[in-house]
């Protein structure tokens, strides 16, 4: 159980295009879900927190506008790079967290398999 | 702003040799989590510590959480190939805006050689 998958898994596109990444939680259910940002041999960076229903949270230095998230449903969280440029290329990877499930702790994530970003 | 400062970032050691992860933080986290992650791959959770002192062990791997709920450490004895990996600590906390929002340590690079 507590399964999340992305789509796609890797992506290649010209610079100046869009790309969207989506973000399932496949058995259960998450009201939030968080999308985070990582460069090779590095930490995980909080992009932003995606509320079912209502607008995204960005942390401190994040474009909204480049950075557009929706989250529709309660198994479902997209992720648009508008305008994707070389610098946007990374590995971009969500979590989401489980509500009205138990689990170990109340705080708990589960993470995607990530989605490779390359723009040329 | 809470930081988690892990350590050491690069770790290269043979095969049956025992390491020592460390995450430090100023701040108490209501909980810290343990992960491993593979190149081209989401992390995977290994545990979750909540208690103050708590020590939790998982085959080779023992965690542990400070009593003041500001440190925590991972232990891997006899390390294996297999164990390597990048290895990261994140802390959250309840309560307020940052409910559910995890703090990531920078992360350890752990290479073990056969």
């Known amino acids: 159980g507590a399964v999340v998958s992305q789509h796609p898994s890797r992506v290649i596109c010209k610079s100046g295009t869009s790309v969207k990444i989506e973000c399932r939680s496949l058995d259960f259910q998450a009201t939030t879900m968080f999308w985070y940002r990582q460069f090779p041999k590095q930490s995980l960076m909080l992009m932003a927190t995606?509320?079912?229903?209502?607008?995204?949270?960005?942390e401190q230095g994040v474009e909204k506008d480049k950075f557009l998230i929706n989250h529709a449903s309660l198994t479902l969280s997209t992720l648009t790079v508008t305008s994707a440029h070389p610098e946007d290329s990374s590995f971009y990877i969500c979590?989401?967290?489980?509500?009205?499930?138990?689990?170990?702790?109340?705080?708990?994530?589960?993470f995607g398999p990530g989605t490779r970003l390359t723009v040329l | 702003t809470q930081l988690l400062e892990q350590s050491p970032q690069f770790l290269s050691i043979q095969e049956g040799e025992n390491l020592t992860v460390y995450c430090n933080s100023s701040s108490v986290f209501s909980s810290l989590q343990w992960y491993r992650q593979e190149p081209g791959e989401g992390p995977v959770l290994l545990v979750t510590?909540?208690?103050?002192?708590e020590v939790k062990k998982l085959k080779r791997l023992t965690f542990q959480f400070g009593d003041a709920r500001k440190d925590s450490s991972l232990h891997i004895t006899a390390a294996q190939p297999g164990d390597t990996g990048l290895y990261l600590c994140?802390?959250?906390?309840?309560?307020?805006?940052?409910?559910?929002?995890?703090?990531f340590g920078q992360g350890t690079i752990l290479t073990v050689h056969p």
């Open positions: 995606s509320n079912e229903g209502s607008k995204a949270t960005y």
């Open positions: 510590v909540v208690t103050g002192g």
């Open positions: 994140a802390g959250s906390n309840a309560g307020g805006t940052s409910y559910g929002k995890l703090t």
């Open positions: 979590s989401a967290q489980p509500q009205g499930i138990e689990t170990a702790g109340w705080d708990e994530q589960f």
